[in-house]
C-alpha cells in the first residue's frame, strides 16, 4: 500500500516460526554471557592463587567482565529490537491494512502501533493490545480492529465505516470531480467519503 511499510517479516502468517527463531537466539545469546561470565571468574581464581598481585588480577577480571556484559547486552538488545518489529510493528501494519480505506493505512497506523507492545509470558514474547491508558489489557487485536471501525474519530478513513460527515458537498465539486477517482488525493478521498460513503461509492463507480 502506498505511503505504508511493508512488515518486515513479509509472511504474516509465519509470526510464530520467526518468534521461535528470535527467542532461541536470545536464549543462546543469554546462556554465552552467562558462561563467558563464569569462564572470565574462573580465570581470575586461578590466576589468584598462583600469583600473589590480587588487586590486578581483580581489575583485569572486572575488565573483562564488562566488555563480555556489554558485548552480550548489545546482542541482547538487537534480539529484542527484533522482536518488537515482528510482535507490534508488524502486528500494526497488518490491522492498519486490514480495517483502513485504501490509501489511508498509513494514517491509521501510529495509533494503532501506540496501543500495542511486546511482553514477556513465562519466557515467551507475546502481542500485548493496550487499554486507552496505555495499560496492558485482556483485549485481543481483532478486538482492537473492532474498537478502531466503531471510533467515530477515524470514521473518514476506515473500510466499510457508515458514518458520515456534517452536511457541506463541496468534496465532490470542482477540480476532484474532473478528475478519475485514482488520480484523486488521499485528502479529497478522505474528504469526500466523510461528507457521504453513498457519493464516495458513486464517484468511484463514475470516475474509474
Not at 43 to 67: F, M, T, Y
Not at 117 to 145: F, Q, W
Not at 172 to 180: D, F, L, V
Request: hydrophobic letters at 40%; a neutral charge; aromatic letters at 4%.
Amino acid at each position: 500500500m502506498e505511503g505504508l511499510p511493508q512488515p518486515k517479516e513479509p509472511d504474516v502468517s509465519g509470526l510464530k516460526k520467526k518468534v521461535d527463531e528470535l527467542l532461541a537466539e536470545k536464549k543462546a545469546a543469554e546462556a554465552r554471557r552467562k558462561e563467558a561470565e563464569e569462564a572470565a571468574r574462573k580465570a581470575a581464581e586461578e590466576a589468584a592463587r598462583k600469583a600473589g598481585d590480587v588487586g590486578a588480577l581483580e581489575k583485569s577480571w572486572q575488565e573483562k567482565l564488562a566488555a563480555t556484559q556489554a558485548e552480550a547486552a548489545a546482542e541482547i538488545q538487537r534480539l529484542n529490537t527484533s522482536l518488537t518489529n515482528v510482535l507490534v510493528d508488524n502486528v500494526a501494519i497488518q490491522a492498519a491494512n486490514d480495517i483502513a480505506l485504501e490509501g489511508s493505512a498509513v494514517v491509521l497506523l501510529p495509533h494503532i502501533k501506540a496501543r500495542l507492545s511486546m511482553e514477556s509470558i513465562d519466557g515467551t514474547p507475546v502481542t500485548r493490545v493496550l487499554g486507552p491508558d496505555g495499560k496492558p489489557s485482556a483485549a485481543t487485536v481483532d478486538e482492537l480492529k473492532e474498537e478502531f471501525k466503531a471510533n467515530p474519530a477515524f470514521a473518514g478513513i476506515i473500510a466499510g465505516s457508515k458514518a458520515s460527515g456534517g452536511g457541506a458537498s463541496g468534496a465532490g465539486r470542482g477540480g476532484a470531480a474532473t478528475k478519475r477517482f485514482a488520480e484523486l488525493t488521499e485528502a479529497e478521498r478522505v474528504k469526500l467519503y466523510r461528507e457521504s460513503p453513498e457519493k464516495y461509492a458513486q464517484y468511484k463507480a463514475d470516475h474509474p
